[in-house]
């Protein structure tokens, strides 16, 4: 992924990794834009699947020199385990709505290794509920009976992990429902200079985990804008050294 501050730019830097990569003897396909003057420059058989834009969504007339060819828009498609629409230029989680009917949910510790790290959220953007679902597959593997002995991998869950297991489950198409912009300044008509932008980094930790989360300020017509760009978090160790 990358952005660039033109559609000229784009345009240029494709072609220039295309040259570098064929010189190599590797041709890179699927390419995607939410900029229908970047993917009109690309042959139509290297790109992602794609969809037509009417004119109204152009925000322009078509020009006389397209032959009415029309604008096109890369369809939804998934990235670092979010999905992109560029149509309206946001990263969202909708993919994870059939999570669970795509992957049978099992009450066993079994259920809860296959499912929790098939979230995947290299950015951090959801990481308050994926940091739970790392506390209930830590719960799984270190629980022991009253007779000291661990859970097997198709052992029942214990009464106090079901439920939380459930919760977590449940909570999954709220989660899906979240979404953010990619663009962050859309609201500005000019980018703001590097020394305009404040980075505000946020910690904390517990006995059960510990975490970071990342937010860039900015000022925006007389009142200040914060947008989270970046968190991650650990579940505490089981032992003490």
């Given amino acids: 992924m990358g952005a660039v501050d033109s559609t000229t730019k784009a345009i240029e830097l494709r072609k220039s990794i295309s040259e570098v990569l064929n010189m190599m003897k590797m041709k890179i396909q699927k390419w995607s834009s939410n900029s229908p003057c970047v993917l009109k420059s690309i ?45 309206e230029d946001i990263f969202h989680y909708k993919s994870y709505k059939t999570l669970t009917a795509d992957k049978a949910v099992k009450y066993t510790k079994r259920g809860i290794s296959s499912l929790i790290p098939s979230i995947y959220d290299p950015c951090g953007l959801i990481a308050p509920f994926t940091l739970k679902g790392k506390l209930i597959l830590q719960a799984a593997w270190t629980y022991q009976s009253n007779q000291g002995k661990p859970l097997d991998w198709d052992d029942p869950l214990p009464e106090d992990i079901s439920r939380q297991w459930e919760k977590w489950i449940n909570e999954i198409p709220e989660v899906a429902n979240m979404q953010t912009e990619r663009y962050l300044y859309k609201a500005k008509q000019v980018i703001p200079a590097k020394k305009d932008l404040y980075l505000h980094i946020f910690t904390d930790a517990g006995q059960k985990a510990w975490g970071i989360c990342i937010y860039v300020r900015f000022l925006n017509d007389k009142r200040y804008e914060s947008h989270l760009i970046y968190g991650n978090s650990r579940v505490g160790p089981t032992k003490t050294s």
Avoid: A, H, R
Wanted: net charge negative.
């Fill in 43 to 87: 042959p139509k058989e290297e790109l992602s699947p794609y969809e037509n834009l009417e004119k109204e969504e152009t925000g322009s007339e078509n020009n006389d020199i397209t032959f009415n060819d029309p604008d096109i828009i890369t369809k939804t498609i998934k990235c670092l385990g979010m999905s992109y629409t560029p149509k």
